[in-house]
């Protein structure tokens, strides 16, 4: 039987990948649940789950979970504390890094150091962090399984090959709700349209940088670690379908790639039961004669810069990345409170990219440190256009040099 903790357990994949215990029972067992706000529901998982361990993000939130669970033995903590005493827990085998944004670094740090396989659906880890994951996770013989499913269609992928002879990484993107759309459209954009995925079932964070693709740069920088392949050696492949996940094209021209239809579960348990495969519960099977035909296009990275600014960032490297996303995180949050328009969204990511000094291999304190600044850089950027004036250079014509 495997152990596994959960971070981010009320969320989209953390609430999947309880779907997956439920279903296995006899496989899986639940060692620790953490959530962010919703006491509520993690109370609920942790009477069905029986965890030994509990946190919550603030103090008040823990506060109320531990009242609620007083006729459990159940230890409830909260916080950084909380999150990197649960990477560290004894007997866990696997810890699921579903949180979103730089709050999964030092947990996902922790449980490394504790030997711990990381079941990985945090993008920013390695967006951000990479530099230092990878390099940790081998010093310690430690398993990063990709929870994404693009990710996870490339290590699929990759099984029985030598990674020697690969040629390219083809990371597909649906395109989102926009594609084909052009700049004069997205203007009249708001938050209830970009939120209309075609056919992903996703968080409201992680859907608005579908729509931008801002997502697919995410992806790209992860793909770039986790697979230890240069970043001219990713194509991005817009196909609405998502019927191919993602593929990998090796010297001899060959493309083996993964198909199924949209379904988040297979990749959380195919990294939970790797190398093992067992029926996905509630999962529909993929019929080819119902899809008929696939479309692949090319990406339009000038309507969609936010797509060639994560390809600036992650080619500039050091604490860029970390900038790239920290201004994004901070925009999809005023995008999504209407307080800016769609195609602002690159044009503050670009105003910070441009007003951030490099710091080369930074540590963690200087990433946390490029997170801080992002921010900042985005409520100047914002109090500049509040005043009516021009913040920079817009995204359209934003070119890193370097």
């Known amino acids: 039987m495997k152990k ?40 609920k998982q942790v009477r069905e789950f029986k965890p030994e361990f509990a946190v919550m993000w603030s103090k008040q939130a823990a506060d109320g979970l531990r009242a609620r669970l007083a006729d459990t033995d159940v230890k409830v903590a909260c916080g950084m504390e909380g999150l990197l005493e649960m990477a ?17 670094i030092q947990p996902t740090i922790a449980a490394i150091r504790a030997k711990k396989d990381i079941a990985l659906a945090n993008k920013e880890t390695l967006v951000t962090a990479g530099h230092l994951i990878m390099p940790l ?28 002879q690969i040629s390219r990484i083809l990371l597909t993107a649906s395109g989102g709700p926009f594609r084909g759309k052009a700049r004069i459209e997205l203007e009249q954009m708001r938050a209830a349209d970009a939120l ?17 693709l801002v ?32 593929a990998v094209e090796y010297q001899d021209g060959a493309v083996i790639g993964q198909f199924g239809v949209p379904d988040m579960k297979l990749p959380i348990q195919y990294a939970l039961f790797y190398p093992d495969r067992y029926p996905v519960p509630g999962s529909k099977r993929l019929d080819l004669f119902d899809v008929a035909k696939l479309t692949f296009e090319k990406p339009d990275m000038e309507t969609f810069s936010g797509l060639r600014l994560a390809f600036e960032a992650a080619k500039r490297g050091g604490t860029m990345p970390t900038v790239f996303n920290a201004a994004n995180e ?30 080369d291999a930074p540590g963690v304190e200087q990433i946390l440190e490029a997170e801080r600044t992002a921010h900042e850089s985005v409520d100047h950027y914002i ?12 995204a359209a014509e934003f070119r890193y040099e370097g």
Request: proline residues 3%; charged residues 25%.
């Open 4 to 43: 596994i903790g959960v971070m981010g357990s009320t969320g989209s994949i953390g609430t999947q990948t309880l779907e997956i215990v439920r279903k296995y029972p006899e496989k899986l067992r639940v060692t620790a649940l953490a959530a962010g706000s919703n006491a509520e529901l993690l109370e």
């Open 88 to 104: 560290a827990l004894p007997g866990m085998d696997v810890l699921v890094t579903a949180v979103v944004g730089m709050i999964g």
């Open 137 to 164: 996770a081998r010093e310690n013989g430690v398993s990063i399984l990709p929870v994404d499913s693009e990710h996870s269609a490339i290590f699929q992928s990759m099984q029985g090959e030598k990674k020697s």
């Open 196 to 212: 209309k995925h075609p056919n992903w079932s996703m968080g409201k964070k992680v859907t608005i940088d579908s729509s931008t």
């Open 215 to 246: 997502n697919k740069g995410l992806e790209v920088m992860e793909a770039r670690w986790l697979f230890d392949v240069e970043l001219e050696d990713i194509l991005v492949v817009i196909h609405p379908e998502s019927i191919l996940h993602s």
């Open 330 to 359: 901070k925009a999809v949050s005023l995008f999504l409170e209407n307080k800016i328009q769609f195609l602002q969204i690159a044009e503050v990511i670009a105003a910070a990219m441009e007003e951030h000094s490099v710091v």
């Open 383 to 394: 109090r500049r256009e509040s005043r009516g004036s021009r913040a920079g250079l817009s």
